[in-house]
C-alpha cells in the first residue's frame, strides 16, 4: 500500500526553522548596527554643531573688539562698540558625565549660554591676530575646532 500522505518529515521542518531562525538573526543584527550607527551620527552631528555655533559666536563677536583680556585660559573679556563682552567656560568640577561644561556669553547685565558640553576653551593673541581653540564632547566624542581671526578693531 502507498503512503498517500503529502507533507513534510519532522526532520524538513526543523531544517526550515532553524535555516529562518538564522535569517531572522542576521536581520536583526544588521537593524541594531545600523540603528546604533545612525544614534552615533546623529551625536557626531550635534556635538559639531554645537561647537560651530560657539565658535561662529566667538569670531563673529571678537573680530571686530578693540580691546581684549584673555588672562585667564577659560575666559576673555573684549571691547566691542563701547560694551564690554566676556565669554568664559563654566565648568562645575565634577566628573558627573550628567553635568555640562558651557560658554556663557555676558554683555552688560544679560548673560546667555550659547554652548553646552565645551571641555576646552582657549584665545591667544599673536598680534594682530587671535587664535581660538574650543573642544566640545559629547559621550566620549570629541570635537575640537581651532581658528585664526584677525582682530580689525584692536589698534596696536
Request: charged share 25%; with cysteine.
Amino acid at each position: 500500500m502507498k503512503n498517500e500522505f503529502r507533507g513534510f518529515t519532522l526532520t524538513e521542518l526543523i531544517t526550515a526553522v532553524v535555516i529562518t531562525s538564522i535569517i531572522i538573526f542576521a536581520i536583526t543584527v544588521f537593524f541594531v548596527a545600523e540603528y546604533k550607527f545612525c544614534a552615533t551620527t546623529k551625536n557626531k552631528i550635534a556635538t559639531i554643531g554645537e561647537a560651530r555655533i560657539a565658535m561662529n559666536h566667538l569670531t563673529e563677536t571678537l573680530r571686530f573688539a578693540e580691546n581684549l583680556d584673555d588672562e585667564t585660559d577659560d575666559q576673555i573679556t573684549a571691547v566691542v562698540n563701547g560694551v564690554s563682552i566676556t565669554y568664559r567656560r563654566l565648568d562645575d568640577g565634577t566628573v558627573n558625565p550628567e553635568h555640562k561644561d558651557v560658554i556663557e556669553y555676558t554683555r552688560g547685565a544679560n548673560t546667555i549660554e550659547i554652548a553646552e558640553n565645551i571641555t576646552f576653551f582657549a584665545c591667544v593673541w599673536d598680534n594682530p591676530y587671535l587664535g581660538i581653540w574650543l573642544t566640545s564632547d559629547r559621550e566620549g566624542r570629541p570635537v575640537s575646532l581651532r581658528t585664526q581671526i584677525r582682530v580689525l578693531g584692536r589698534q596696536e
